[in-house]
């Protein structure tokens, strides 16, 4: 099983950008998906957060700026970034619980994707 993230880029404050992350390999089912981000120096924090039936919740500081989406058929899950501000800047991971090939329930991370905001 992989998850593998994209999108990530430069862009300035007040801009926006799309991050895609595709889950493939031997999978049985998916269950909550999710995107956290990270600092350097400082813990991974969720970020959004997609339940199989579409229940979303969002870290405080991008509600409103933020939406995640999945595509159940193609086994993926975006967040869109509106209005993006300087401190939104971060490597943001996608993350999924899989059943895999062992027929239990696994957490699992994508790579990382470096988004950065100028002022």
């Known amino acids: 099983v992989q998850l593998q993230a994209s999108g990530g880029g430069l862009v300035q404050a007040g801009g926006s950008l799309r991050l895609s992350c595709v889950v493939s390999?031997?999978?049985?089912?998916?269950?909550?998906m999710a995107w956290f981000r990270q600092d350097p120096g400082k813990q991974r924090q969720l970020v959004a957060r997609?339940?199989?039936?579409?229940?979303?919740n969002y870290a405080d500081s991008v509600k409103g700026r933020f939406t995640i989406s999945k595509d159940n058929a193609k086994n993926t899950v975006d967040l869109q970034m509106n209005t993006l501000k300087p401190e939104d800047t971060a490597v943001y991971y996608c993350?999924?619980?899989?059943?895999?090939?062992?027929?239990?329930?696994?957490?699992?991370w994508g790579q990382g994707t470096l988004v950065t905001v100028s002022s």
């Open positions: 993350a999924a619980d899989i059943m895999g090939p062992r027929g239990t329930w696994d957490g699992y």
């Open positions: 390999g031997s999978i049985s089912s998916i269950n909550t």
């Open positions: 997609i339940t199989p039936r579409g229940s979303t």
